[in-house]
């Protein structure tokens, strides 16, 4: 191997919460077999259930201590490094991690400064070609799908319609706020579970894909789309939002779930639900509140709690439920890391073709610079 094997190392995430590992042994024998030397940090996989030994059988060497830092030519990680992670990594090494830029800026100035190459997961393109990279779409599936599953857990009632020798039980009613990747998937699941569903979102795309999957739309008087660059949903203006939420409302007071995942990328959460709201809600109902992280669409949510009204409703914002289902969520994002790290690998080093829209887009700092416009223009105002 021209200059040597580049070399790989897995940390343990230290962050509160923080369940996942960036690599799984079925990627990591991937990236043995492409010429990479890994290293593991002892323990990196238990809490994804997965022992230090499991590693050890494909190839990689388990490690302990910061020199593994040091010396990494590329360093897989979920959550975003502290400051500290990040002044460890060495001149001209790459890191690919979730970054959340626009929350951690101390964080990309430190990777900039350190001359790191940072390929930023959640700005991989939803384009066709990166499919298999997408971990936000990856990782927003399982969450739909816990969301639903923690709902059904706390709720007092059957989501399905049974027919019983004790009389008959009406299915459970639940509505979904904002059909992204993670609303799509929280509809499939509420319908397997036999709920009634209804959802709410302001682009127009989405309908069909809602009715395919047997949840009724709720119709909102759109004067103009919302539909913004790259799929996204854009900003809508606050007389929108409360056009909006008169009409969800009589949806949200007969609802037995809420959940809540209308997100704007960059963008603080829209309120989708004010106290009002969810204090017409009927005692015993659960409210999920995904976008949390992000300001969330509840007025009511506090990030990871549970609040209960004066009348008995639910609140809980969780603001990582990938990470309650660590084994699949690893491993999913474990394929995604794979499938970009060897997209950009050529003879077991990772080359940046400035000229290719996956690595243009996904690079957040380069060659000693934040090369992604957004978070610059956001260091530039935040300096
Ligand atoms: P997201 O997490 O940014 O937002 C979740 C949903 O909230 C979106 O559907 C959005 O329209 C909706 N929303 C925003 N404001 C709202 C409001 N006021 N009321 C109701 N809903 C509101 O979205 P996401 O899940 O990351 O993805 C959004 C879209 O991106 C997808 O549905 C898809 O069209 C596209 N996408 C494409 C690819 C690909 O082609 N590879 C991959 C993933 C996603």
Redesign the pocket.
Known sequence: MPGGMAKVFVPCEKSSGETRVAAVPETVKKLVETGFTVSIEKGAGSNAHIPDESYESTGAAIVEGDVPWFEADLVLKVAPPTVEEASRLKKGSTLVAFIAPHRNLEVVEKLAGGEVSTLAMELIP???K??SM?A??SQ?SLAGYKAVVLAATKLGRYFPLLMTAAGTIPPAKVVI???????LQAIATAKRLGAVVEV????EA?KEQVVSLGGRFIELPMKES?EGSG???RE?GEDF?TK?REIVTKHVAAADVVIT?????GKKA?V?LTREMVEKMRPGAVVIDMAVESGGNCEMSRMDEEVTTARGTRIIGISNLPATAPDDASLLYARNVLTLVTYLAKEGKLVFDMNDEITRETLLTHEGRVVHEPTAALMKGAG
């Open positions: 939803r384009i066709t990166a499919q997408d936000l779409s927003a706020m904002g059909a992204g990747v993670a609303g709410s979102d302001i682009r989405v919302g799929g996204y949903a809508m939002l909006q995942t209308a997100q704007i990328p829209p989708l």
